[in-house]
């Protein structure tokens, strides 16, 4: 999968699921990934332009979104249980699959590099 897609998807997922979860919990916080979500959208186009800067930003938001349902989220969740953990493992499968995309990208990005030097 390409990184741009990956992210397409990841950030979709996140509004989605956002959206989601306020409603079912009425709860503000469930705003936190609507927000990475459409900062990640925005930020699709210079993914797939393979523009660096825009990529890395677009990682780094990947990883801090997916460390906080991991390490902040998720316990919760596991406790919970029901509709509360699939609204948690979704967007950290999407997420791991955004961040192994990333990685793809930028290696084959560095093979590139290195082939024409």
Do not use: D
């Not at 009425?26 to 459409?38: H, L, Y």
């Not at 997916?66 to 997420?95: D, E, N, Y």
Request: net charge positive; proline share 3%; glycine share 8%.
């Amino acid at each position: 999968m390409k990184a741009h897609v990956a992210n397409l998807l990841n950030a979709s997922v996140l509004v989605i699921i956002g959206l989601w979860g306020y409603f079912e919990t009425s709860s503000n916080t469930a705003f936190i990934p609507v927000g990475f979500g459409v900062v990640l959208l925005l930020l699709t186009g210079g993914v797939k332009k393979e523009n660096k800067v825009i990529a890395h930003v677009a990682v780094l938001l990947t990883l801090l979104i997916l460390l906080a349902m991991l390490g902040m989220r998720l316990p919760k969740a596991l406790t919970a249980g029901g509709m509360s953990l699939v609204r948690t493992i979704i967007p950290i499968v999407t997420g791991v699959l955004a961040m192994v995309a990333f990685i793809k990208s930028f290696i084959a990005a560095r093979k590139a590099r290195e082939q024409k030097a």
